[in-house]
């Protein structure tokens, strides 16, 4: 007999975490798009915030978001906190080594096969990592099947997102990218989460940590602020398609201000014109 319900609160929390997913989703490959065309510490900027978003609100707070609907029969859950914390880290560490890994990479498929195992490796163990960081007076297993299903889960959706973060463009693309990757992330997490027996013990001993509910409201604030802050920083950035515009026009420009004068020797020397007229106003 299983003591565990992953859906307390019915499809609230299983809802919310796909959404918080998808958005978290979509913004991150909206700022690696604006990596593909920026260079140096620029493109560096905007693959850091991809990796908060996809790390931090695309995998790591949609796992948090699930874990508000998991409860133990008679059992009280508390939370790790520095291993909490810890697990939020992996995850956008991880995404943000597999994110530079692919635009440094050149597009080539070991740079791509390299960045999604590493990344989906990293994701699974961010979601582990959350496991352990709950307290509760219980024995905890897991099935070996199915932790190995959730870790090959998170490493064809790390693939697969790193490669939407190398090719998909306009805003239909990515808002379809985003939610097949919410959908593989949430797949991941349930399968991790379908993988655990719990039973309950009796222990006299009260159970440490934090309750669910002391970390919901903080990360919500941050993570709205973080949201609104990345997705101005993109509203407010000129789009892949305008800098290509742009590149265009100021190469007709150059091109027709180049035209109107003639070519300097190497030596550096003035041109010797054919047209006395040019340098002598009467002609002579």
Do not use: K
């Not at 560096?44 to 915030?49: K, N, Q, V």
């Not at 597999?98 to 597009?107: E, K, Q």
């Amino acid at each position: 007999m299983s003591h565990v319900d992953h859906f307390s609160h019915g499809l609230v929390t299983p809802v919310l975490a796909y959404l918080m997913s998808g958005v978290g989703c979509m913004l991150g490959l909206m700022l690696t798009a604006r990596a593909r065309t920026a260079e140096g510490p620029a493109r560096a900027r905007w693959l850091i915030g991809g990796a908060l978003s996809i790390g931090g609100t695309g995998i790591w707070v949609m796992h948090f978001v699930a874990m508000m609907g998991f409860s133990v029969d008679g059992s009280q859950i508390r939370y790790d906190v520095p291993l909490t914390v810890g697990s939020a880290v992996l995850a956008v560490a991880v995404v943000g080594a597999g994110l530079f890994m692919v635009s440094y990479g050149g597009r080539r498929t070991a740079a791509l096969l390299g960045g999604g195992l590493l990344t989906g490796l990293g994701v699974a163990g961010m979601h582990y990592l959350g496991m352990a960081a709950m307290n509760m007076p219980a024995h905890v297993s897991y099935d070996p099947a199915l932790v190995g299903a959730s870790v090959a889960i998170a490493i064809a959706a790390s693939t697969v997102a790193l490669w939407f973060a190398l090719r998909v463009r306009g805003v239909p693309a990515t808002g379809g990218a985003a939610l097949i990757m919410a959908v593989a992330v949430c797949g991941m997490h349930y399968t991790g989460m379908f993988a655990m027996d719990v039973q309950p013990t009796a222990s006299p001993v009260p159970v440490g940590g934090a309750q669910g509910v002391d970390f919901l409201l903080p990360l919500l604030a941050l993570v709205g602020l973080l949201t609104l802050g990345l997705l101005l920083s993109v509203v407010l950035s000129p789009s892949e398609q305008e800098l290509r515009e742009d590149a265009e026009v100021m190469a007709r420009l150059d091109g027709r201000v180049t035209e109107g004068f003639p070519a300097l020797p190497r030596t550096g020397a003035a041109p010797r014109p054919e047209d006395p007229s040019l340098f002598d106003p009467s002609g002579r």
